[in-house]
Structure formats: structure tokens, C-alpha cells
């Protein structure tokens, strides 16, 4: 579990790829949580994690779950 993707991509170029044009991102991962509560218990007992969302830069956020694996996107438009 990494926050490269394919073709060596990161959470900006994924963002950009979207359309989003962003000045500020973060992003967190996660696995093998099984619901919001843990995934979320995981992110906030994390020092790491718990800056992403308290981060006052971030004025948007995305969230996702495939399987196993859990994503949050934080971001502020241009």
C-alpha cells in the first residue's frame, strides 16, 4: 500500500487528472479497516493521519472505499 500509483502517479497528479485545480492537497490510506468508525478511529489516533484532517488548509474532501482499501482526498481549489 503506497500513495504512488500506476505510471509512479501521487495524489496530485491524480487530483489533476480529474480536473481538480488544486494549491493545497493531503491525502490518507488505509486497509483492512471494516467500517467508517474504525478506518476513521485508525486516521485520528495517527499523528500523521490527524494533521491531514485537521489541516486549515483543507477546504474540500473526498472519501473512498474499494475492498480492503480506504482513501481520503483533502484539498483547496486555485
Known amino acids: 500500500m503506497s500513495h504512488t500509483g500506476n505510471r509512479n502517479s501521487n495524489p496530485g497528479t491524480r487530483i489533476s487528472a480529474a480536473g481538480y485545480k488544486w494549491n493545497f492537497f493531503a491525502e490518507n490510506i488505509a486497509m483492512g479497516q471494516q467500517t467508517v468508525a474504525e478506518v476513521m478511529y ?28 480506504w482513501t481520503q482526498v483533502f484539498a483547496r481549489s486555485l
Do not use: D, Q
Open 42 to 69: 485508525s486516521w485520528l489516533n495517527s499523528p500523521g493521519h490527524c494533521k491531514n484532517i485537521m489541516n486549515k488548509n483543507a477546504t474540500e474532501m473526498g472519501a473512498a472505499r474499494s475492498g480492503a482499501y
